[in-house]
């Protein structure tokens, strides 16, 4: 079984930066197409409060990728697809 790599620092700048990235595409998501849509009324408090629950295990989670590259990549990756999703449902794609 391979060693996971310890380059700490790359990964935890992933987590930290492109998991804070890709927890506001998703609350955004979570806005946008989540019950009653984006004007809901009192929904803000859910989406904001959600921003957490997306942010903290991929940074928890981030450490388990072999190198902080793979890290950077995959995370690269799922900010496209969520932001690439979030601006579908806002309609400016």
């Known amino acids: 079984m391979d060693k996971l790599a310890p380059d700490w620092w790359t990964k935890t ?3 930290a930066v492109l998991g804070l990235s890709l927890a506001f595409a998703l609350s955004g998501l ?3 197409w989540g019950p009653g849509g984006i004007a809901a009324p009192n929904k803000s408090q859910a989406v904001m409060w959600s921003l957490t629950v997306f942010w903290m295990p991929v940074f928890a ?3 388990l990728f072999r190198t902080g590259l793979r890290a950077v990549l995959w995370l690269s990756a799922a900010n496209v697809l ?3 999703a ?8």
Do not use: T
């Open 13 to 15: 700048l992933a987590g």
């Open 61 to 63: 989670f981030v450490y």
């Open 30 to 32: 979570l806005a946008w």
């Open 86 to 93: 979030l601006f579908h449902a806002r309609g400016l794609l």
């Open 82 to 84: 969520a932001y690439g």
